[in-house]
């Protein structure tokens, strides 16, 4: 069983579209981290929310943290092709991060 | 952030063979974490090192098939013995930020293929 659903799985828009990554749990997390990651390389930490109702803009990207500490969205303004790629949440259990099963997001041009 | 590489970048194996995979940091860091990914999915973590002590393994992970050895404070490495197809993958070492005991930096992963 997931500790962390993450939805949808795969996503696939045009250039211009916005859309929302939905990460959802039961637990609640002390922190919960968004990452991306490219073929070929690392996932790369995009942003971490530590407070129940933050919200972090990074340029078109804003990520919100619940209320309660148990889900996560990250949504995109206007995406673009470069923003194709695997984007992660993980939460923060102690020292140790849970992660999502990932959603595959794919901007056509 | 850290800066953080792996040799080698990608393998071709043989099954019943060994690999060490090495991961070295550019600055000390105490926790080390090592995972696996299946290609474009989510990352399983496999143990925890921290140097001077036993690696720590997660569920269904075990010291035999992933010795994991962490001489000093910049440098670990992941061995994956006696190889099958399933452990075909990508694996990943991952350290903590320095002003952050949650955020954690991946080196850029090693592509394990087993024939």
């Known amino acids: 069983t997931q500790l962390l659903e993450q939805s949808p799985q795969f996503l696939s828009i045009q250039e211009g579209e916005n859309l929302t990554v939905y990460c959802n749990s039961s637990s609640v997390f002390s922190s919960l981290q968004w990452y991306r990651q490219e073929p070929g390389e690392g996932p790369v930490l995009l942003v971490t929310v530590v407070t129940g109702g933050e919200v972090k803009k990074l340029k078109r990207l804003t990520f919100q943290f619940g209320d309660a500490r148990k889900d996560s969205s990250l949504h995109i303004t206007a995406a673009q092709p470069g923003d194709t790629g695997l984007y992660l949440c993980a939460g923060a259990k102690g020292n140790k991060l849970v992660f999502g099963a990932g959603t595959i997001l794919r901007v056509k041009s | 952030s850290a800066v953080i590489s792996q040799k080698p970048s990608r393998d071709i194996c043989q099954r019943g063979t060994s690999l060490t995979i090495q991961c070295q940091v550019d600055?000390?860091?105490?926790?080390m974490f090592w995972y696996r990914q299946q290609p474009g999915q989510s990352l399983t973590l496999i143990a925890t090192?921290?140097?001077?002590?036993?690696?720590?393994?997660e569920s269904g992970f075990v010291i035999d098939k992933f010795p994991i050895s962490r001489p000093n404070l910049t440098f670990s490495t992941l061995t994956v013995s006696n190889m099958s197809p399933e452990d075909s993958s990508i694996y990943l070492c991952?350290?903590?930020?320095?002003?952050?005991?949650?955020?954690?930096?991946f080196g850029p992963g090693t592509r394990l293929t087993v024939t």
């Open positions: 090192a921290n140097q001077g002590s036993e690696a720590t393994y």
């Open positions: 991952s350290v903590v930020g320095q002003w952050s005991s949650y955020e954690q930096y």
């Open positions: 600055s000390q860091v105490t926790m």
